[in-house]
């Protein structure tokens, strides 16, 4: 449940962000129709294979986008659901502002503090995305006539005088403590390039996506294409663990995320802009509602019916469902998701499911494995939106041609951030059982390229839109989206992450907006600070060589425990630290609750810690973070070791 307190102090979020991207130099629709790819997927795979012998590989492809077309027969054009509009000129920026939380730059009055604090938190190219949308904006209004609210230059005026003082005072601190805050050096707004890490195989979250990707223009960085990247291995990412630990999108409150979504949509902004690429929105597709329960239903429909049946879930049961029964009886299958099951099959198996499942009447045993498969798919390419949305399937269309490998991944980790929480948890879910099917390859004869190609055509391709793929692209866009499948699979683990620069400029906001201080004192303020700053820099120096800290443990101990915070001290030897501790207190009330399992040993697996309070709301911690880096981080804060939440409850 998010802190009231706190939420009133974040700047707003009215709504999930929907962005479309475009090329601004070549432009390639989504293949969203069905027939548009039916004069090359009606030929037989002899004939393909003599026009194009490179076309062999996405035979897989072809042949999944001509079943999902027998399978919905006359029923591929959805007459119920209406095609995406663009909005008109002016309506995307200023929707983008909103769901920045900067609509008040466009507004009458002033900015709010909060939106000033926002901007002073920013970096260089994020700063100049948003302007280039108040500039557009602007434009927009002068067009059609009407005056605008106020010229953006004085916004930024503003905004730049506030942002002076926060530095002064972020330098003056970072003078007092030169080791304080390592997280937050990384992304400041001194002037020249970032320093980045010249070694291309790590995946660098400390310095912003944006700045990066400027930096290696700077640098005329030769960029090499992955056109190709079916016909060998990926290369492998190394995610740069800095002493702060990596940041999971899990670990992060509700409060806290909603800080990184308005965030995140101004970095993707801002690295689209450096990469060229022009940010559109589209609006949303609708769909008549379905009487089904199952099949057919919205997520956060059916979320809201599953959680009354099992809090806290965070995938459909029936998605679970079906990717339990392929684990346990599918994956060393030959063939499975390839090889089709019984159309009649899984129709009854649907109308089954949709009759029994909630009832606990349906039996999985008997259940063909390629049937189950058939089931997965089915429920994928039913939902009224698609599972990556409506609104964001352009975006992640349009990623396939961003050239360098690395850079793609980067668009894409902001773009699984921005999806709904109901989105993100079940394309997890997903991904992860096809990468349990791609590592049994040896046995299912399925490898990570014949999944993509796949599982593609059920991820892009769906009803209620007639946008055409140009002539004579359809096999460049099939194998873009096979080639963004494979990615997401492969690289699953380094997308699932918030970057550490996000969670910086989320506590870097966090501080500003706490202060609420009337900025015609600061010299004065700082002179005090200046007086006090060597005293306090030699007082530390003496009396400080490491800290003594107290960390809360559950209601269900009641004691606090102590640790002595050295260079070394991370979250897995305070956790360390606590099982020691508990193994000298009478575990019988321990038990009680269920929190631990004791079989001559003590198990901790489910513990983790957490930090609360001062510049973030709530963080899980990494084992591997630095507690005294942390706390120069977070001086304010205050660690609490409480059970993890579960992500995915077990049926």
């Keep these: 449940m998010e802190?009231?307190?706190?939420?009133?102090?974040?700047?707003?979020?009215?709504?999930?962000?929907?962005?479309?991207?475009?090329?601004?130099?070549?432009?390639?629709?989504?293949?969203?129709?069905?027939?548009?790819?039916?004069?090359?997927?009606?030929?037989?795979?002899?004939?393909?294979?003599?026009?194009?012998?490179?076309?062999?590989?996405?035979?897989?492809?072809?042949?999944?986008?001509?079943?999902?077309?027998?399978?919905?027969?006359?029923?591929?054009?959805?007459?119920?659901?209406?095609?995406?509009s663009t909005p008109e000129e002016g309506e995307a920026e200023a929707e983008w502002l909103q769901d920045t939380g900067l609509s008040p730059l466009i507004g009458d009055q002033s900015p709010a503090e909060d939106n000033v604090f926002l901007l002073s938190t920013l970096t260089h190219t994020q700063a100049a995305a948003v302007q280039r949308r108040v500039d557009s904006y602007s434009r927009s209004l002068r067009k059609r006539g009407k005056q605008t609210t106020r010229d953006v230059r004085d916004i930024?005026?503003?905004?730049?005088?506030?942002?002076?003082?926060?530095?002064?005072?972020?330098?003056?601190?970072?003078?007092?403590?030169?080791?304080?805050?390592?997280?937050h050096t990384q992304t400041s707004h001194t002037p020249g390039v970032p320093n980045i890490s010249s070694s291309t195989d790590v995946f660098n979250t400390d310095v912003a996506y944006s700045e990066q990707a400027a930096s290696r223009l700077k640098m005329c960085y030769m960029r090499k294409s992955h056109t190709a990247e079916h016909s060998g291995s990926l290369p492998t990412f190394q995610m740069h663990k800095g002493r702060l630990g990596v940041t999971r999108v899990s670990d992060l409150s509700p409060a806290d995320m909603k800080q990184v979504l308005a965030l995140v949509l101004i970095e993707l902004t801002a690295l689209c802009d450096v990469l060229?690429?022009?940010?559109?929105?589209?609006?949303?597709?609708?769909?008549?509602?379905?009487?089904?329960?199952?099949?057919?239903?919205?997520?956060?429909?059916?979320?809201?019916?599953?959680?009354?049946?099992?809090?806290n879930t965070k995938v459909p049961l029936i998605m679970q469902a079906i990717l339990t029964c392929l684990e346990k009886n599918g994956l060393e299958t030959k063939g499975i998701l390839r090889v089709s099951g019984s159309q009649a099959r899984v129709?009854?198996?649907?109308?089954?499911?949709?009759?029994?499942?909630?009832?606990?009447?349906?039996?999985?045993?008997?259940?063909?494995?390629?049937?189950?498969?058939?089931?997965?798919?089915?429920?994928?390419?039913?939902?009224?939106?698609?599972?990556?949305?409506?609104?964001?399937?352009?975006?992640?269309?349009?990623?396939?041609?961003?050239?360098?490998?690395?850079?793609?991944?980067?668009?894409?980790?902001?773009?699984?951030?921005?999806?709904?929480?109901p989105n993100r948890h079940t394309l997890k879910a997903l991904l992860e059982f096809l990468r349990k099917v791609a590592s049994l390859e040896n046995s299912n004869l399925?490898?990570?390229?014949?999944?993509?190609?796949?599982?593609?055509?059920?991820?892009?391709?769906?009803?209620?839109?007639?946008?055409?793929?140009?002539?004579g692209c359809e096999k460049q866009v099939a194998e873009g989206t096979a080639n963004?499948?494979?990615?997401?699979?492969?690289?699953?683990?380094?997308?699932?992450?918030?970057?550490?620069f996000?969670?910086?400029q989320v506590r870097k906001l966090n501080e500003n907006s706490s202060k609420r201080y009337p900025f015609g004192d600061r010299r004065l303020r700082n002179f005090l600070r200046k007086i006090h700053a060597d005293k306090d820099k030699a007082e530390k120096i003496l009396t400080e060589p490491c800290k003594q800290v107290k960390i809360r443990t559950s209601h269900f101990l009641k004691d606090s425990l102590a640790v002595r915070l050295e260079e070394g001290t991370r979250a897995a030897d305070v956790l360390q630290q606590f099982q020691k501790h508990l193994g000298q207190r009478?575990?019988?009330?321990?038990?009680?609750?269920?929190?631990?399992?004791?079989?001559?040993?003590?198990?901790?697996?489910?513990?983790?810690?957490?930090?609360?309070g001062g510049n973030i709301t709530e963080h899980c911690l990494d084992p591997d973070t630095y507690l005294l880096d942390l706390y120069n981080a977070n001086p304010n804060g205050e660690w609490v070791i409480k059970p993890r939440t579960k992500s995915r409850p077990v049926l």
């Design 586 to 612: 009478s575990l019988q009330m321990v038990s009680a609750v269920g929190l631990i399992k004791c079989n001559n040993s003590l198990e901790f697996s489910n513990l983790d810690l957490y930090e609360v």
């Design 3 to 84: 802190d009231p307190e706190f939420t009133s102090a974040s700047f707003p979020i009215t709504r999930i962000p929907r962005p479309q991207i475009l090329l601004s130099r070549h432009l390639f629709p989504l293949a969203n129709s069905l027939h548009s790819c039916s004069s090359t997927m009606n030929l037989p795979a002899a004939t393909t294979s003599r026009q194009d012998p490179d076309a062999l590989y996405m035979n897989d492809f072809w042949r999944e986008v001509e079943t999902i077309k027998q399978t919905q027969g006359s029923e591929g054009d959805d007459s119920s659901s209406s095609e995406a």
């Design 156 to 183: 930024f005026t503003k905004a730049s005088s506030i942002t002076e003082v926060l530095l002064e005072e972020n330098e003056t601190e970072q003078k007092n403590n030169p080791s304080a805050n390592t997280e």
């Design 484 to 500: 963004l499948v494979m990615a997401m699979v492969h690289y699953q683990d380094l997308l699932w992450t918030v970057p550490s």
């Design 276 to 311: 060229d690429l022009d940010l559109k929105r589209n609006k949303a597709v609708k769909r008549k509602a379905t009487e089904s329960h199952l099949f057919g239903v919205a997520l956060n429909t059916m979320l809201e019916h599953d959680q009354k049946m099992i809090p």
């Design 347 to 421: 129709k009854s198996l649907q109308q089954r499911l949709e009759r029994d499942f909630y009832a606990g009447l349906f039996s999985w045993d008997d259940v063909n494995p390629h049937d189950a498969s058939g089931l997965l798919k089915l429920f994928l390419r039913e939902l009224p939106a698609p599972l990556l949305t409506a609104e964001y399937l352009p975006a992640f269309t349009a990623i396939q041609y961003i050239p360098d490998l690395k850079e793609r991944l980067q668009a894409l980790n902001l773009l699984i951030l921005l999806l709904p929480e």
């Design 446 to 471: 399925m490898s990570l390229w014949n999944i993509s190609t796949i599982m593609a055509p059920n991820l892009f391709l769906y009803r209620g839109n007639t946008s055409k793929i140009p002539e």
């Design 502 to 504: 996000l969670v910086s």
